[in-house]
Each structure stands twice: as structure tokens, then as C-alpha cells.
Nanobody, 124 residues
Framework: QVQLVESGGGLVQPGGSLRLSCAAS????????MSWYRQPPGKERELVAG????????NYPDSMKGRFTISRDNAKNTVYLQMNSLKPEDTAVYYC?????????????????WGQGTQVTVSS
């Protein structure tokens, strides 16, 4: 059974930091690219950060660069999101995503898993 369980969310003051964790089980974590997404209240889900399966490359939308850092520990089947200098507009539910495309000749299949999300609220 595939599971992605996020933790580390909560209430933080503006300027504060949080570290989110996502513990994976039920699939071969080390061959999946991992990402963090967020969904602010009343808005669509958006990408926060992504990391390749071996952790050698990361990507961030321009709006997320500088304050967020994604990392992973394949030995612990866990991906992290370090968030610094938090702002009220960072308030959202943060989701962990695992994705992999399997290729065999002309056949391909995408595997796409989501966690249940963790609430991050930035407020004084």
C-alpha cells in the first residue's frame, strides 16, 4: 500500500521557519522524483519544489527560489522541505508528491502518488 505521510506543519510567525517531512512507504522511493506542492486557501495547487530520484538536481519556480530548500534521504525514504523567512502568503496546505514514468519499448505508464497534506499557517 502506497503511503506518503507529511508532517511538520503548524502555526508560525512571519519570518519564522518550518521543516516539513514526507515519509514514503509501499513503493521504491529511490527511483521516484519527489516534489512539494501547496494549495493556498481559495487558490489552485502550485509547485513549490522538486528533486530528482537520486537527489542530484532540484528545481524551484522563480517565485519560490531563495527561501525554500528541498532535500531527500533515500535511506530513510523521506523528502524534506525547509522553509525560511515565511510570509503570510505562504499559508497553505502543503502536499508531497511522488512521480515516475515507466518505459518499456513503446509502452509507458505514469505513477503519481500524493500525500494527504499538512497545514502551514503563517500569522502573528
Amino acid at each position: 500500500q502506497v503511503q506518503l505521510v507529511e508532517s511538520g506543519g503548524g502555526l508560525v510567525q512571519p519570518g519564522g521557519s518550518l521543516r516539513l517531512s514526507c515519509a514514503a512507504s509501499g513503493f521504491t522511493f529511490s527511483i521516484y522524483a519527489m516534489s512539494w506542492y501547496r494549495q493556498p486557501p481559495g487558490k489552485e495547487r502550485e509547485l513549490v519544489a522538486g528533486i530528482t530520484s537520486a537527489g542530484g538536481s532540484t528545481n524551484y519556480p522563480d517565485s519560490m527560489k531563495g527561501r525554500f530548500t528541498i532535500s531527500r534521504d533515500n535511506a530513510k525514504n523521506t523528502v524534506y522541505l525547509q522553509m525560511n523567512s515565511l510570509k503570510p502568503e505562504d499559508t497553505a496546505v502543503y502536499y508531497c508528491n511522488a512521480r515516475r514514468t515507466y518505459y518499456s519499448g513503446s509502452y509507458s505508464r505514469e505513477y503519481d502518488y500524493w500525500g494527504q497534506g499538512t497545514q502551514v499557517t503563517v500569522s502573528s
